[in-house]
């Protein structure tokens, strides 16, 4: 097949892997789909959906019967795999119209979709289902591409199809998908014989072919065409959004404030009421975006007019709530006052939550599920950039997602007609349909550290990675962070693999550099919106007699140990501050902070400073709800640093054996007999955080194996 041009949109079709799956149309259909949901110019993630009809074997009859394969319900077009798809009988749904008593028992249709299941073992079909089935073609794809969606969304928007397509696409105005829906795309489909495919009035596209290429070369045609025609207007009737207000920061100036600013407004997301700090909150998680699209739109003259509108495509809305909030600072305005910007955006925070409970006091209906958090999700600095915030990373980064095809929607119905938003009713019974809350209520129970930050000295091996793998496991994000860059590089690349892009990030970090430290935490706010779990565990360890103990060396321990643990600490309680629903520091001490041991003199005293300032720290800390406890470990062997440097030969001499005995020896000295790993240490500091402990601070817990000289009573 020749290799179609294409401007807008991605042409990604292989005809190499086509041809080895000619004659599987299943396959095809999900090699399609991979394709489509791949560009999201296409379509957002998690939203539209695509399908073919086949003939297969009826299991029971064994006579052939045409079979539909849909993707199924909250699958993503771009990852989709096989199990992803609904498969059901294409007459027994189109026979369910015969039972069909009206759209408002339309929702009743969901559960007789049960009835049409060709494969038990597919995935669930989703509420589009029907819209795929009362069409009769093979190959039929639902998108939601900004290009089409602005058209969609323009006021002007059914005649505008009709004019640049020729009468070749049909329209239906929006509503709600469902069983009613599908019908209405078959009226269309009837009395507009031979279109090419139908544009749903502020929500997407529907096209189709006769094979899966087909349907990918419509697809592509038709939001190219709809691309092309926005082009040729940006900027013809008028300035793109009304021409510039103010002008960006430059990039540095506007992470900085970011950087500052995400732990407050976290904080306002994460609390209704930031007077009082809370213990053991669960925040939001944050992401940022300096995108050049963003920085159009909220720069612009426009701002004011289009943010409170909200969005068109209820995917969208979904997943960005009714509206945005626009911040009251601007320019080079100082960010640096905690207190004084709470002061300044606390009204406006209070006026999002009171409009949206006024919007849904007056939109709900007796049966409507309660209402849910009336924090905003999506916030607007005009000049920096744009904050989202949810309940994990990856949904606060898709909620970015979708508001900026938000932006592309309004861009493009502003430069041909003028922009639309779903009425304030529509928009309330997409949000609080009981279909969609049923949904909610399925997912699964958030994991013990979902919606939590944090950051693990030293978290690139040993000791520091086990902690941040186990925090990783129970549902945190973490920023993995290690002075050495190649073992930074090497760590980052396996938390990648294993948890995920959303659930690390990772920053250089010298626990003796102050500067080191502000950005690593101005990393980790940029990347997760904050932090709530600081573990002091980097380290390092010298084991000498006082006689052969250098100051040199006395000042690198107490450096690293003491002034590390001092300044990471001070760092992350700014933020916590800022956040105000408190948080947890956790010190990784040792045994030696407390047993007198040989040849120790100033490793022993660093520990048994950061006990100390331990201490200190949970006396003072408590009023912020920030608990501070530590955990003494002894001789844990495996992947740690401490054992570089000499200090294994260091201790084998002061025990007078081997380097090699020394595993057997620690573990024979303790009362139970057990060797210390890092996972047994990453165990104890997730007692802490787990949420059972939120009313203990200033704890000690040994992870020793017995030691009785280490009793701390």
């Known amino acids: 097949m020749e290799k179609k041009e294409f401007k807008h949109v991605s042409y990604l079709w292989d005809d190499e892997v086509a041809s080895k799956l000619k004659g599987d149309e299943v396959a095809l259909l ?156 078959k009226k269309c489909l009837d009395d507009n014989p031979g279109i090419r495919g139908i544009m749903l009035g502020s929500h997407g596209l529907f096209t189709w072919g006769d094979t899966a290429y087909e349907s990918y070369i419509n697809t592509l045609e038709v939001i190219e065409k709809c691309a092309e025609y926005l082009e040729s207007n940006y900027g013809k009737k008028r300035a793109v959004f009304g021409g510039e207000k103010i002008k960006s920061l430059p990039k540095e100036q506007r992470l900085q404030k970011a950087a500052t600013l995400m732990p407050i407004l976290r904080g306002f997301c994460s609390n209704s009421d930031l007077q009082t700090p809370h213990s053991g909150a669960r925040g939001t998680i944050g992401h940022f975006t300096d995108d050049d699209r963003v920085l159009e739109f909220i720069d612009s003259n426009d701002l004011d007019r289009l943010a409170p509108m909200g969005t068109s495509c209820p995917d969208h809305f979904l997943r960005t709530k009714i509206s945005p909030l626009v911040l009251n600072l601007y320019g080079d305005e100082d960010v640096t006052n905690a207190e004084a910007i709470k002061q300044k955006i606390s009204p406006l925070f209070d006026t999002y939550r009171k409009m949206y409970a006024d919007y849904y006091n007056g939109c709900k209906h007796p049966n409507s599920p309660a209402m849910r958090d009336a924090n905003p ?53 997409i949000e609080y349909w009981l279909l969609e809350e049923a949904k909610l209520q399925r997912m699964p129970k958030p994991k013990s550290l979902s919606g939590r930050v944090a950051l693990i000295t030293g978290s690139a091996g040993g000791i520091g990675k086990a902690i941040a793998k186990k925090f990783a496991e129970e549902g945190a994000c973490v920023v993995v962070n290690d002075i050495n860059e190649e073992r930074l590089k090497g760590a980052d690349a396996e938390f990648k693999k294993q948890f995920g892009k959303d659930a690390s990030a990772s920053v250089l970090l010298d626990v003796t550099n102050i500067d080191s430290i502000q950005k690593a935490f101005a990393g980790a706010s940029l990347a997760f919106g904050g932090v709530d779990i600081i573990v002091n565990n980097a380290g390092i360890s010298i084991s000498k007699s006082i006689a052969e103990h250098s100051i040199e060396e006395w000042d690198k321990l107490y450096d690293i140990l003491v002034k590390g643990q001092f300044v990471v600490s001070k760092a992350a309680i700014e933020i916590m501050r800022k956040q105000n629903f408190g948080g947890d520091i956790i010190n990784i001490v040792s045994k030696n902070s407390i047993v007198a041991g040989p040849n120790n003199t100033g490793y ?65 000295r303790t009362l139970l007999n057990e060797t210390i790993l890092p996972e047994d240490i990453a165990n104890a500091c997730y007692v802490f955080v787990s949420g059972l402990l939120n009313k203990s601070t200033g704890n000690v817990l040994n992870v020793d194996g017995g030691v009785a000289a280490a009793f701390l009573r």
């Open 604 to 668: 022993g005293s660093a520990k048994a400073a950061q006990a100390h300032l331990s201490r200190l720290l949970a006396a003072e800390l408590g009023a912020d709800k920030i608990r501070v406890n530590s955990v003494n470990p002894d001789a844990v062997i495996a992947d740690s640093n401490i054992w570089a440097g000499g200090w294994a030969e260091g201790r084998a001499k002061a025990y007078g054996i081997k380097v090699e005995e020394l595993p057997a020896y620690y573990a024979k």
């Open 30 to 185: 999900v090699y399609r789909s991979n394709l489509l949901g791949a560009d999201l110019r296409l379509t957002n993630y998690g939203g539209g959906n695509t399908s073919c009809k086949i003939f297969a074997n009826d299991p029971i009859t064994n006579k052939e019967v045409e079979v539909m394969y849909v993707k199924g319900s909250g699958g993503d077009l771009g990852t989709m795999k096989r199990n992803g798809l609904a498969a059901l009988y294409v007459e027994r749904l189109r026979n369910l119209k015969n039972i069909y008593r009206g759209i408002e028992h339309e929702d009743e249709m969901v559960e007789l979709f049960n009835h049409c299941i060709y494969d038990l073992s597919s995935k669930a079909p989703s509420i589009d289902t029907p819209l795929h089935g009362f069409l009769p073609f093979k190959h039929i794809d639902h998108l939601h591409p900004d290009a089409a969606i602005a058209i969609a969304a323009a006021k002007d928007g059914k005649k505008i199809t009709r004019e640049l397509f020729n009468g070749t696409i049909g329209w239906v105005e929006w509503q709600r998908p469902g069983f009613d829906l599908g019908l209405k795309l």
């Open 377 to 429: 999700v999506v916030v607007l600095y005009p000049g920096v950039g744009m904050f989202t915030f949810a309940k994990d990373k990856q949904t606060a980064r898709v909620a970015s997602e979708f508001y900026i095809n938000a932006i592309n929607v309004m861009k493009g119905a502003e430069a041909i007609s003028e922009y639309t938003s779903l009425p304030r009713q529509e928009a309330f019974n």
